[in-house]
């Protein structure tokens, strides 16, 4: 099994060999290794979008995995990165069931690369395992009966209830910025344009200039917003204490009432939670406010809170992060008892702030 943001994959690129019956050998190289082999519509298969691309340019892995009904299905979010080649987005998919009951699984990879010459995309493994034997069902849904599970519970060797598919490594030709003939005539930068002149184009100008006084204008109102005296983002409104606490319990109730859970929307729940809790700090102290990141928050709020309530709060926060930026996804029970947390704190211990 080699996750995603494995580097263990690394491959550095081969330079182009000197003449153009190089480049086609390899490039004719890269396209076989990226064929997917002959195999009936329903098997594995994996092959790449194009054998031969620009540098820079995205291009797509695309992988086939057959899911027999009742199945676990296990992939990473994305290729491994190497020195010169890594995954563009996370893993798109999508499925579509299949007469004798399972479903297909269609996986597309965007990857981009950057070496020239022949890349190597590396492979990876899929797991598939019946449902029911050590694999929780919480995840998407798919055709007869089976779902998605996370990649961070795949499992570890294969077993007699695991199949790993394994997509194999795979090359793709990677063109230069500059052709051989452009090396050779010898690369310099473009000569200097004419720097004031009749050359000018003054309606551009004119736009230019428009859109600079705009942007200082907006900078202008900025500072002004937060200068002294003035609550952060609330100019011409000075929020009390009570204000303060009633607006972020009735955004957390509503975000309670959503039930985004139930729709998958896990990450949005931590994403607006935590959100409404800084906006509350900042609204409550000035100098709590979005400019601290959220563990120099937490690290100044440390003094002010007492006891549990103030650890309870740390922890809700700290999960808040690991759910924005990683890949934890908590279940329906934690996200309601997390909200709930938050609120408790709200309504009781911020009254320390």
Known sequence: MEPGNDRRGTQRCIDPLPGRWAARVLSLVAAVAGAPLPCSAQSFQAALSRDTVPMGSVFELRVRVPVPPGSAVYFPDTVASTEVLESHTPVRWD????????????LTY??????????????????????????????????????????????????????????????VWVDPVFSEEQLDDGVEPMPSADVTGASWHWPSIAFGLLCVAELAAVAVRTWRSRSPGRRRGLVGRVWTAAECRRDALAQLDRLLEEDLPSSGRIHELYTRSSGIVRRFVGRMDSGLGADLTSSELMGRLAGRTNGSRGSGLFREMGTAEVVKFG?????????????????????SAADRL
Do not use: C, K, N, Q
Not at 327 to 344: K, N, Q, V, Y
């Open 110 to 171: 965007p990857v981009i690369a950057y070496g020239a010459g022949l890349v190597g995309v590396p492979g990876f493994d899929v797991f598939v395992r019946p449902a029911g034997r050590g694999a929780g069902g919480d995840g998407p849904a798919l055709p007869g009966g089976s779902f998605v599970a996370a990649w961070s519970e795949a499992p570890l060797r294969e077993g007699e209830d695991v199949r790993p598919l394994r997509v194999p490594r795979r090359g």
């Open 95 to 106: 499925a579509e069931a299949t007469p004798d009951g399972g479903a297909t699984l269609l």
């Open 327 to 347: 890949r934890m996804r908590p279940g329906r029970a934690d996200a309601e008892a997390h909200i709930r947390s938050l609120r408790e704190w709200v309504e």
